[in-house]
């Protein structure tokens, strides 16, 4: 598979709901709870808390940075320019969007689309923790330096992260830039061409099940 590949849709078989029922029952529970926060000042600001979504036994788990104007529209993440654009990668690698889980550092729009405060991913962070926690997957595939220095824990630039496996708690992680990132910088997609080969190659040999 070339780089124009990138923009190839490959179809991928649908979840068995018997495998899925119990965590996306947990998932429910904390997202009733999650769409109640008040914790931050972003709360004040938001239309809907965008908590995630996907396959709830998912083994890849993609986590961005923040929502933007249209996710915050819609509830949901991933769903604008950007968005369309993580399909692509996605599908290029085998995965449509139902086959991983999808979220974000922290569920509410900051103004301006500025990068989270502190307090805020402080805030946040719990509840992507409990998704993690339920869904389990094996490989994080980090969009952006924000998601990665805030999960990694770490202030280290893109290109000290990104082309390796990462191991992070019970998580390999994959670091690549965000897509409205590429959006603006379109010769940096060969590099994430490169980096979600790489997540890749490691899904099939930890989730050879799933391959």
């Known amino acids: 598979m070339n780089q124009e590949s990138l923009f190839d849709a490959i179809e991928q078989p649908a979840e068995n709901p018997d495998q899925v029922h119990s965590s996306e029952v ?11 926060c008040r914790k931050c000042r972003l709360a004040e600001m938001r239309k809907h808390v965008v908590f995630g979504e996907g396959n709830p036994k998912a083994g890849l788990f993609v986590i961005g940075e923040a929502p933007g104007a249209e996710e915050d529209n819609q509830g949901r993440p991933f769903v604008g320019r950007s968005g369309q654009l993580l399909d692509k990668i996605l599908l290029a690698i085998g995965f449509e969007r139902r086959d991983v889980y999808i979220g974000n550092i922290i569920k509410c729009r900051p103004p301006e689309n500025r990068n989270p405060l ?5 805030c946040c962070k719990p509840w992507l923790m409990e998704q993690l926690g339920i869904i389990q997957p094996r490989i994080l595939l980090l969009l952006g330096r924000v ?4 999960i990694l824990e770490n202030n280290l630039s893109m290109g000290a992260m990104r082309g390796r496996i990462i191991r992070w708690k019970d998580f390999d992680c994959v670091v690549t830039y965000h ?20 997540l890749r190659a490691h899904y099939d040999k930890v989730c050879p099940g799933d391959a």
């Not at 947990?26 to 109640?36: F, G, M, N």
């Not at 502190?118 to 402080?122: C, K, L, M, P």
């Not at 990132?181 to 940096?188: F, H, I, K, M, S």
């Open 26 to 36: 947990d998932l429910d529970a904390v997202r009733r709870v999650a769409i109640e």
């Open 118 to 122: 502190t307090d805020e991913i402080d």
């Open 147 to 150: 998601a990665a220095n805030t």
């Open 179 to 198: 897509p409205a990132a590429l959006l603006r910088n379109p010769n940096w997609k060969r590099l994430c061409w490169e980096d979600v080969q790489m």
